[in-house]
């Protein structure tokens, strides 16, 4: 396997594998990364699809990528973000018709929505009970903080092993808007890997001058689910891909000889009933290894989501193949001992009447029944106790929706706070009390709180390892893609090794996906590199500008001595391309 870049390498098909029509793969679990490998295996690998097993805990497909309809209402567990430069994610989404129209990609539908529909957020932060920050477009960064942003930056990924986010920086940065906006967009905890912060600020730097109107972010026409889930399934569907549901995997048997490795056998458990599938290295296995939403529970509006939950058959199955080899992780470290301050809780909050329109309408400057996107991702509620999250995408964001539904989806990254005017914490909070709370935030009159809540359906769902991506790692922790001398086993989802790429996004799950079925069947095309933008200098120029809440060099607060060294400098590169360079940057 080997990356790359450019169209050359984008628009080429690979020739077919030798033996390809005589290997099988089987694929634990049936989230992105396992329904992308899939179509990696048909497409690129060129396996047939009858030869391709999915074998799923649950009674139906998607993992993590949800969205449904239930018995309980309409029920979203959180939104993926997405940007122009999700490489192997728009490579295979490419090749997936819509449901709607066959000649229509998911890509192409995608593409010409927001095109139509471009995101921009009209306002990012609030508080005060609606009111906008008042700072709100500025990162107000100290010039200590983008010290210590750049620092963090320059640092090995070896020297930052276990090292957390408030070990690396003051308490100037954690003041700043930028961390707020950083942290609500992402989902990040001061205590949360300084690792995985580095990979983030080098990955999205080219992000920096829209982190406060969220521009850069692309959503779909529905949720998730409905919008790349189901494509896929109908894709593998229609080629003979056989799914296997309420199925649990409890290990894989792993052989050692010769100094490789090779999965032997796959212990599952279907409907009650203990089976074995016996393997043959001509048998490939790709295991999506742990889970955000594994142990998931539900409330509804006079109800609390219960706490109480197993560890589940995801971390189990980690745990069981780590045991039998030390290069397949170290789980514990991911789903153990999460800090208590931490996100484990969301709400679907269902309206059926426009009580709540206007106070939306105001602050986002949008009417959320326009088909317009709303809320362009996270609108974050500074002054809650709760560090309370606001994401309202396109309605309908359900193709079954009524005309008349508003749904809002609501998150708290603050889990051991009690609320401003629900005075408990979200975790103890019915999906009413929840409900209650962003109300109030956002400027209900506290007389009309009780009655618009208890009209609205909500329903809260606790995700007790919904931060565990985040959790401070060293080399090692996750397992790689293909570990060392594997023969048939790979490892794909965001618990898996890959290079320079950031977990909690869409991108990870499908560039494991594409590692793992070009590694195991030799594909020989490049997979997509992650995108270069922290190698290219106008990027990093444009980022020092915006860091700097639009300064010019001239413009920044330097010491005497810095000063002269800039004057020194910019006389050298006076009438050079660099200089160009820092005028279209206006850092000149």
Not at 53 to 59: A, D, F, R
Not at 358 to 383: A, C, E, F, N, W
Request: with cysteine; hydrophobic share 40%; charged share 25%.
């Amino acid at each position: 396997m080997y990356y790359s870049n450019g169209n050359y390498e984008a628009f080429a098909k690979p020739q077919k594998p030798a033996g390809v029509d005589h290997k099988s793969a089987y694929l634990v679990g049936s989230g992105l990364a396992s329904l992308a490998a899939a179509v990696f295996l048909i497409r690129d690998g060129q396996m047939p699809g009858k030869n391709i097993h999915v074998l799923e805990e649950l009674s139906l497909p998607g993992g993590s990528m949800d969205g449904i309809l239930n018995e309980r209402g309409y029920i979203i567990r959180g939104g993926r973000e997405m940007e122009p430069h999700f490489e192997t994610l728009w490579d295979l989404f490419r090749s997936i018709p819509t449901l709607e129209n066959p000649d229509v990609s998911v890509l192409d539908e995608f593409y010409w929505l927001n095109k139509k529909d471009p995101s921009k957020s009209a306002c990012r932060v609030i508080e005060n009970r609606g009111q906008r920050l008042s700072t709100d477009g500025k990162l107000t960064l100290s010039k200590e903080a983008i010290e210590e942003i750049l620092k963090l930056v320059m640092t090995p990924e070896s020297d930052l092993a276990n090292v957390k986010i408030n070990d690396v920086f003051g308490p100037e940065f954690f003041k700043s808007n930028f961390w707020l906006y950083w942290s609500t967009m992402f989902a990040f905890e001061p205590w949360a890997s300084a690792m995985e912060m580095r990979r983030y600020l080098m990955r999205f730097v080219h992000h920096v001058a829209t982190l406060q109107d969220m521009s850069a972010l692309k959503f779909t026409k529905y949720n998730q689910y409905e919008s790349l889930v189901k494509p896929m399934i109908k894709y593998l569907e229609d080629r003979g891909v056989s799914f296997q549901f309420d199925t649990t995997v409890n290990n894989i048997q792993l052989d050692h000889e010769n100094g490789g490795l090779t999965a032997t056998a796959i212990e599952e458990t279907v409907a009650g009933e203990d089976k074995t599938i016996d393997l043959t290295p001509d048998d490939l296995v790709f295991v999506t290894n742990g889970s955000i939403t594994e142990s998931t529970t539900y409330g509804d509006n006079d109800h609390p989501a219960p706490i109480e939950h197993e560890v589940g058959p995801a971390w189990t199955l980690w745990e069981n193949l780590a045991k039998q080899d030390a290069a397949l992780g170290r789980p514990s470290k991911f789903y153990r001992n999460i800090p208590n301050a931490n996100w484990v809780m969301s709400a679907t909050c269902t309206f059926s009447d426009d009580r709540v329109v206007p106070y939306i309408q105001k602050i986002t400057g949008k009417d959320p029944h326009s088909g317009s996107i709303v809320t362009s991702g996270p609108l974050t509620i500074r002054d809650s106790n709760w560090l309370l999250g606001i994401s309202i995408s396109r309605q309908p964001h359900f193709a079954a929706q009524k005309p008349n539904e508003l749904i809002v989806w609501l998150y708290a990254l603050f889990s051991d706070q009690p609320g401003n005017f629900v005075h408990k914490r979200v975790t103890e909070c019915t999906g009413k009390e929840i409900c209650e709370e962003f109300l109030y935030h956002i400027g209900v009159p506290t007389d009309e709180i009780e009655s618009i809540a208890s009209d609205a359906n909500s329903i809260p769902q606790h995700m007790p390892y919904v931060t565990s991506y985040f959790m401070p790692r060293e080399a090692g922790d996750r397992p790689l893609v293909v570990p060392k001398g594997s023969v048939n086993l790979a490892f794909i989802g965001n618990f898996a090794e890959t290079e320079r790429d950031t977990v909690f996004t869409t991108e990870y799950s499908v560039r494991t996906a594409m590692e793992a079925v070009y590694q195991l069947l030799d594909v020989d095309r490049g997979v997509p590199e992650v995108f270069d933008s922290s190698f290219d200098v106008r990027v990093l120029m444009r980022a020092v500008y915006y860091l700097n809440d639009h300064k010019s060099l001239a413009e920044l607060p330097l010491n005497p001595v810095e000063k002269a060294g800039l004057a020194a400098a910019m006389k050298k590169l006076h009438g050079t391309y660099i200089e160009e360079l820092l005028h279209d940057a206006k850092l000149v």
